[in-house]
Each structure stands twice: as structure tokens, then as C-alpha cells.
């Protein structure tokens, strides 16, 4: 089983599109992990069945036995968040400032407070509408630690591609290069680097070709909006063909991507024959490789 990210530095570049393509064209030998967690939107494409829905706790709060509390203060001084006050003669958190750090039980002299554990979103399994397993997820407002969560949704994937002895775990990454992304890309076979040729896209894709060296996954990359700038086009090659990144596709300027998200149709479903042309090649490319053999 190999597991393939699809990521981009930045949002907007298609990622999302590209991915319910290729999930399309992987049919039944997939299982897809939607890791973009804080604004998940694949299953408006892949329009899963959802078969169970688990809580999932991904940091703690601090509990305060105001009993035994002297309200001596050390716990409000001792946190960076200035997360405790004093309401009607108790501490109370506040749970939108606490970063679940532990560091006010730490210091607590009576062990008056504990940390139990706080619920920050939840994740499903589902069955996409090209009948394979899906696993998505979706991190509660204003929630942190969605690294965590998306290692969840990764660790299920591959559980569910053992369990249904698929040969692909297709993962819809993040944007941006934080603790998500990170997340979603480490210790995978490949990743797609989907990029548009702007001013910000060759920047943030500069960025992603950093990260993924780090982790020495080889990478692929595929460049939208190809025809948007000139310049940019030719700084995303001239990087790929500096770090020996294979470019795929250039998909040019099209409402097709926009129109599939709204549609809630695939790209090869838009009925154009050049993109359709494109996602094949990129698929084919990417499962002829030699890593993937
Ligand atoms: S867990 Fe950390 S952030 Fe939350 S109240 Fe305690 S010290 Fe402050
Ligand atoms: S450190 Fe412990 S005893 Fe002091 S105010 Fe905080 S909870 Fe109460």
C-alpha cells in the first residue's frame, strides 16, 4: 500500500479538484483521507455515505477542585494565555484563550487541578460515491492542534486500506506548510505538488520543495492557472528542474476548476477532453514509477 499526498503552499490552487480526479480514476483500489481538517470540502466532490462518526480529543482543559482551591493565585501567574480569572470566588478558564498546556496543574502546590481531556472535533468514516472507503474529518470552531487530527484521519486510511487491501491511500492535504501539512506529508510515498503560476504560488511552492526535501519524499508537482503569468510559469519549472521534480501537467486558466467545486462534479466529469487527457497522464505517471512498483 503507498500513500500519496496531494498539497499545495496556498490555497486556491486547485488541490482539492485535482484530488477527487485522481480519487475518480483510482476507483476501488483507493482509500481517500481528506486531511485538510480546519476547511474540509473534498466530500462536495466525492459525496461520501457517512457509516460512523467518532469524537475525537485532541488537547486538554484544566479542571479546578474549588473545594480545596486557596486561590493563592500562583496558577493564573503561571499561564502564558492568560486563560484563569476569579468569577463569583472561584477560577474559571477561558476555554477560547487555554492552550491545554498544563502548566497551572503543574504548578498548583495542593494538585488542585487536573487535565481531562477536551473535545475538538470529530472524524468519520464514509464510503465515497466511486465506492471506496473515505475518511474525513472536521476540527470544532476555533480549535487547535489539527496536526493531531489529521494524523487521525491518516491512521484510519491506512487501517481501512489494510482492512480492505487497497493499494492506495490518496490524501487531500492542507494548504500552507504548518503542523497540518506536516502531518499529512510525513513518512508518505509521494507527494503532488499542486501549484499556479502567480507571484504567490512560486513562492509558496519554493517552500513546499523545502519541506518535502526535509523529508526526502520524492515529489511531483502539476501547475494550474499555467497561463497566468509567464514569468511565474517559468520560475515554478526552472525550480522543479533545479530539485529534479517532475512536472506532470500544466492545466491553463479554465472556469472548469471553479465549476466542478460549484457543480459537485469531478474534473473528468466537466466532459473537457484536454483536462481529462491531463488527470490521466498525471495518474498514470505518478503509479508507473518506479517507488511505486
Ligand atoms: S492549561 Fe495552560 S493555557 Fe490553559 S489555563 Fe492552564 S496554564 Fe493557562
Ligand atoms: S495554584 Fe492551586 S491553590 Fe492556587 S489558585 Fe491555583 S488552583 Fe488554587
Known amino acids: 500500500m503507498k500513500e500519496i499526498a496531494v498539497v499545495s503552499g496556498k490555497g486556491g490552487t486547485g488541490k482539492t479538484t485535482v484530488t477527487a480526479a485522481l480519487a475518480q480514476l483510482a476507483g476501488a483500489d483507493a482509500v481517500v483521507a481528506d486531511c485538510d481538517v480546519d476547511a474540509a470540502n473534498l466530500h462536495l466532490l466525492l459525496r461520501p455515505e457517512v457509516l460512523s462518526e467518532e469524537r475525537f480529543y485532541g488537547s486538554s482543559l484544566p479542571m479546578f477542585d474549588a473545594r480545596q482551591c486557596t486561590l493563592c493565585g500562583l496558577c493564573e501567574s503561571a499561564c502564558a494565555w492568560d486563560a484563569l480569572h476569579i468569577r463569583n470566588g472561584q477560577y474559571e478558564v477561558d476555554t477560547a484563550a487555554c492552550e491545554g498546556c498544563g502548566v497551572c496543574a503543574h504548578v498548583c502546590p495542593g494538585g488542585f487541578i487536573t487535565m481531562t481531556p477536551r473535545l475538538t472535533g470529530h472524524w468519520y468514516t464514509s464510503r465515497s460515491r466511486f465506492d471506496q472507503p473515505m475518511v474525513q474529518a472536521r476540527l470544532g470552531t476555533g480549535q487547535e492542534n489539527s496536526g493531531k487530527l489529521v494524523t487521525r484521519v491518516r491512521t484510519e486510511a491506512v487501517a481501512c486500506a489494510d482492512r480492505f487491501n487497497a493499494g492506495w491511500v490518496l490524501i487531500d ?116 514509477q518506479e517507488i511505486f512498483a
Open 173 to 288: 492535504g492542507p494548504p500552507g506548510l504548518g503542523c497540518p501539512a506536516i502531518a499529512a506529508i510525513s513518512g508518505t510515498t509521494a507527494v503532488l505538488l499542486v501549484t499556479e503560476a502567480t507571484r504567490a504560488g512560486v513562492h509558496d511552492l519554493a517552500r513546499m520543495i523545502t519541506l518535502v526535501e526535509h523529508f526526502s519524499i520524492p515529489a511531483y508537482c502539476v501547475i494550474n492557472k499555467a497561463d497566468c503569468s509567464q514569468q511565474a510559469r517559468d520560475d515554478i519549472r526552472s525550480h522543479c528542474s533545479e530539485h529534479a521534480i517532475p512536472v506532470l501537467a500544466e492545466f491553463p486558466f479554465s472556469s472548469v476548476f471553479p465549476a466542478s467545486l460549484h457543480e459537485g462534479r469531478t474534473l473528468l466529469e466537466m466532459q473537457d477532453d484536454g483536462i481529462t487527457a491531463q488527470m490521466e497522464h498525471i495518474w498514470n505517471a505518478i503509479t508507473e
